[in-house]
């Protein structure tokens, strides 16, 4: 069980919008920046977003993220098929002393 | 531009050990915060062990606490993750990253490299 919660899967047609949330505590996304990843099949993780609302240069601003309390979302509009890939929140968890992953959310562009 | 080349991965007997290695390159290495993060086939990232530009920050998963060994050379550019005891479970790419700020050393990644796998069994 990851302490990061998001949901397994979602799904969206082109073009449209959606959503992965992200959730925590108060020792993790209540306290630290929350950082995205893609990871498209058989590589490795790319940043998406750093510091819970940034976008590092080259990252589409389709992509947006934003953080309230001890929760986290992952917005993607304007849906394209080359979206398709795994998603994963983290941050720092300061009661492990650690890295925190979410499970990973597989998104699907019908 | 950021390079990060990981190496020393390869197939290990159980109870075995491994020393994984890390080359860096297009930044000021010293500065910076290396992160190593694992994924077994089919699974999600683990974040394995963190180790901040000066060494005198260094933290480990629960998971492979008393048996890694997180290092760095910084006149190297090299970060290193010496793994010993093996397990099958311990199967992973093992992926070497960045952290995302000089600063502190609870940072988070931000850029990676491609991995190096890591196949326990006899």
């Known amino acids: 069980q990851s302490v990061l919660t998001q949901p397994p899967s979602t799904s969206g047609t082109p073009g449209q919008r959606v959503t992965i949330s992200c959730s925590g505590s108060s020792s993790n996304i209540g306290t630290n920046y929350v950082y995205w990843y893609q990871q498209l099949s058989g590589a490795a993780p790319k940043l998406l977003i750093y510091r819970s609302n940034q976008r590092p240069s080259g990252v589409p601003d389709r992509f947006s993220g934003s953080k309230s309390g001890t929760s986290a979302s992952l917005a993607i509009s304007g849906l394209r098929s080359e979206d398709e890939s795994d998603y994963y929140c983290?941050?720092?968890?300061?009661?492990?002393?650690?890295?925190?992953f979410g499970g990973g959310t597989k998104l699907t562009v019908l | 531009e950021v390079q990060l080349v990981e190496s020393g991965g390869g197939l290990v007997k159980p109870g075995g050990s491994l020393r994984l290695s890390c080359l860096a390159s297009?930044?000021?290495?010293?500065?910076?915060?290396m992160i190593w993060v694992r994924q077994a086939p089919g699974k999600g990232l683990e974040w394995v062990s963190s180790?901040?530009?000066?060494?005198?920050?260094?933290f480990y998963a629960d998971s492979l606490k008393g048996r890694s060994t997180i290092s760095r050379d910084n006149a190297k550019n090299s970060v290193f993750l010496q793994i010993s005891s093996l397990r099958a479970e311990d199967t992973a790419v093992y992926f070497c990253?960045?952290?995302?700020?000089?600063?502190?050393?609870?940072?988070?990644?931000?850029?990676w490299g491609q991995g190096t796998r890591v196949i326990v069994s006899s």
């Open positions: 990253a960045k952290g995302d700020q000089s600063s502190i050393w609870y940072t988070l990644p931000d850029y």
């Open positions: 180790i901040n530009g000066g060494s005198g920050y260094i």
């Open positions: 297009g930044f000021t290495f010293s500065n910076y915060p």
């Open positions: 983290a941050t720092w968890d300061e009661s492990l002393s650690g890295v925190v």
